[in-house]
């Protein structure tokens, strides 16, 4: 059975993560909490205990210090702060951003990448120039270098270390996008190369609507919301208490358990794989051959658009999405494909299957066998 429900396979967990249980009592009990975290009578401590239980849970995930959390209303807004409030004059992104990256400046400069989904390093290197002119550069880093962790649309890892060991040399920041990262690979590597890192506490099976973003301690950030003086004066606005219970109830919950779900969710990924490639040889899959996280696989079955297949596999009771409709609320083609060079005809024939916590064989079974029809539709096209 499905976790959105005893008809559905849902398998859109890169959308939308199902709420774990522990998540949605942790939201549920701070609904019941009257005060505001910033009064100082009795209520308003209690709430302040539960936000700041919540920043812990959240920052431990990451193996940050509690002060470098500030809370968000998502990751959206985790990175349009991360690219408008830094202080940043330059950006450089790379190609396969999401769009909450892509569309944060419209000066940004964006770097390539290769057949595989991974960024161009050395076009990066070009970018942030010579090493040694960064020695006789104006004082404080006015360049910021935002590459995403794992890809939403591929599972795709890229080369954080690397790339950080370039920003670095060249006196520049670097922002990582950690949304698809967290429960899927070990977050506190990621942490230690970058200097921002964005959050979604929906993505990891808390409730939506509440993110983060990590700011390392001397980092400069702006705060573009005024009016008050939360989450240390860098984000003003009553804080969202139930959302943020419940987010770091999942971070808490994931911190525990993220390795033995990595392995389990990997292989279901790896069955479906096999299971979609012995119904159809010809399926491409995204990425295949660079690393990538077990619980994402980009399919392309030429000859189907990926809107038909999308309806198809809902009609069947089975939940995936197309490029990034999580964000959009509709199948496009995907920029991430196309920025790895596929052409028209397998890029608008990709779905995206993801899974997570709560994903079993019969969901993927369920997929498989809606998948056989699929393939047969397209081999008659």
């Known amino acids: 059975m499905g976790a959105a429900g005893k008809a559905t396979a849902y398998l859109d967990y890169n959308a939308t993560a199902p709420c774990r249980p522990a998540a949605a009592q942790a939201a549920a009990q701070a609904l019941g909490a009257p005060g505001n975290p910033s009064s100082i009578h009795a209520a308003g401590r209690a709430a302040h205990a539960i936000l700041e239980r919540a920043r812990r849970a959240v920052a431990a995930l990451a193996g940050a210090d509690p002060a470098e959390v500030v809370f968000t209303s998502g990751a959206t807004e985790a990175d349009n702060l991360a690219l408008r409030a830094t202080g940043a004059e330059r950006v450089l992104v790379s190609a396969v951003e999401h769009d909450a990256v892509l569309a944060a400046r419209s000066d940004r400069e964006i770097l390539p990448v290769d057949e595989a989904g991974l960024i161009d390093l050395e076009a990066l290197d070009a970018a942030l120039g010579p090493v040694e002119a960064a020695a006789d550069a104006r004082p404080g880093p006015t360049t910021l270098v935002s590459v995403m962790a794992v890809n939403n649309e ?40 970058a200097d921002y890192l964005s959050l979604s506490g929906h993505k990891m099976g808390g409730p939506p609507g509440v993110g983060a973003l990590l700011v390392r301690d001397g980092a400069p950030l702006q705060a573009e919301a005024l009016g008050g003086g939360q989450e240390r004066r860098r984000r003003a606005g009553t804080e969202n208490l139930p959302g943020i219970a419940g987010f770091g109830a999942a971070a808490a919950e994931l911190a525990e358990r993220w390795p033995e779900e990595i392995a389990r969710v990997a292989a279901l990924r790896d069955r479906l794989e096999a299971g979609a490639k012995r119904i159809a040889p010809a399926v491409r ?90 393939a047969a539709k397209a081999q008659a096209a």
């Open 154 to 193: 591929t599972g795709v890892i890229q080369p954080i270390d690397a790339v950080a060991q370039r920003v670095r040399a060249a006196g520049a920041r670097l922002h990582v996008d950690a949304v698809q990262a967290a429960g899927r690979v070990d977050l506190r590597p990621i942490w230690a190369a």
């Open 285 to 374: 899959i995204a990425g295949e051959r660079a690393p990538r996280v077990g619980s994402t696989s980009c399919l392309a079955l030429a000859g189907l658009a990926a809107e038909k297949q999308v309806m198809a596999l809902d009609l069947a009771g089975v939940a995936v999405s197309a490029g990034a409709a999580c964000s959009s609320g509709k199948v496009t083609r995907s920029h991430v494909l196309h920025a790895m060079g596929w052409p028209d005809a397998w890029a608008g024939a990709a779905i995206r299957v993801s899974l997570g916590w709560a994903s079993s064989a019969a969901d993927v079974d369920r997929f498989l066998a809606a998948y056989e029809k699929l």
